[in-house]
């Protein structure tokens, strides 16, 4: 059971963050050794508790393994425990507090206005066939406007789109449901793919917004996942710090530092616990701090005239 967390770890770090092969290698090492720890005092990844993951950084302070080996190491097990929670294979997260050696939360990551505006001009540019590029355009407008995960946008219904809605209904972790509005690009970008997709007498039959041939039935995330890489290079972003999951994060970032509600992104965004959604309060913070250093009158040197 615990290996499988692990393969199915592994498997979403490449198809939404595009893990290098030495990456995937490194957290696989880090992550049996945690589990061959807990294993030993009669433990598993689904029953850890917080002491054991503390006792195990104790145990690798004690093996003499270096700062950087340790904070990996940790990170390794942070994120395993995110992506548990987030899958709903656990109901709390034994890592979120533990802290490490020069190991600081980091926010996510997330891309400016002008950035996911030239992504979205890229989208319409990019491919060199109309039914590619009406596809494309329609993803990275649906994306944008709703801040859905990969897997849910890839495997959306066709049904969920139909008659031009204001609102469309998305099934997400654990078979969650809720509502997302769309924009007015989203909804022409989708009316149009959606009106090319029915005319097409292989596609039409298919229950997928975005149908495909292979197995699953719909595009894959790691086919989406390239296909943003291509309209970064063509934007002139770097491509390193353009995912799916950053487009996700783009959506809450700019909703909060418009005036949105926590509480509201928290429902966009279908997440169980206001705990994960409070990482994006450091948009508030950010802006309350530019706000004092550019208006209080102490903020800015005194001007005595001696």
């Known amino acids: 059971m615990s290996l499988s967390w692990i393969s199915l770890f592994l498997e979403a770090q490449v198809a939404d963050f595009g893990a290098a092969r030495n990456t995937q290698e490194a957290y696989g090492r880090d992550l049996k050794d945690f589990l061959a720890y807990l294993e030993a005092r009669g433990a598993e990844f689904a029953t850890a508790t917080r002491p054991m993951v503390e006792d195990y950084l104790v145990h690798c302070e004690a093996a003499g393994l270096a700062t950087a080996t340790k904070a990996r190491r940790l990170s390794a097990i942070k994120q395993l425990y995110r992506f ?25 990551k ?48 066709a049904e969920a789109v139909r008659g031009n809605p204001q609102m469309i209904l998305v099934r997400g972790k654990g078979g969650k449901e ?3 509005p ?37 595009l894959t995330r ?19 710090n353009v995912t799916p999951h950053t487009l996700r994060h783009a959506f809450a970032t700019h909703l909060l530092a418009g005036g949105a509600d926590l509480r509201a992104i928290q429902t966009l965004l279908g997440h169980a616990d206001i705990a994960t959604t409070e990482i ?5 913070e950010e802006r309350l701090r530019e706000l004092v250093l550019e208006h209080h009158p102490l903020a800015h040197p005194l001007k005595t005239g001696l």
């Open 178 to 180: 809720r509502m997302v």
């Open 222 to 240: 790691i086919w989406f996942f390239q296909q943003i890489k291509k309209l970064a290079i063509c934007a002139g972003i770097d491509p390193i």
């Open 110 to 157: 997330s891309l400016g206005h002008d950035e996911v505006d030239q992504l979205l001009l890229q989208a319409r540019k990019m491919p060199e066939k109309r039914h590619d590029k009406l596809r494309l355009t329609c993803l990275m407008e649906l994306l944008y406007a709703t801040g859905m995960r990969v897997t849910e946008l890839v495997s959306l219904p």
């Open 182 to 218: 769309l924009s007015p690009a989203a909804r022409e970008a989708t009316q149009v793919w959606l009106t090319l997709r029915d005319s097409d007498p292989v596609t039409e039959k298919s229950t997928f917004l975005f149908p495909s041939r292979g197995k699953l039935g719909h």
């Open 280 to 284: 994006y309060t450091h948009i508030q």
């Open 84 to 108: 548990a929670f987030e899958e709903e294979l656990r109901k709390d997260n034994p890592a979120i507090q533990v802290r490490g050696p020069g190991k600081d939360k980091h926010l996510p």
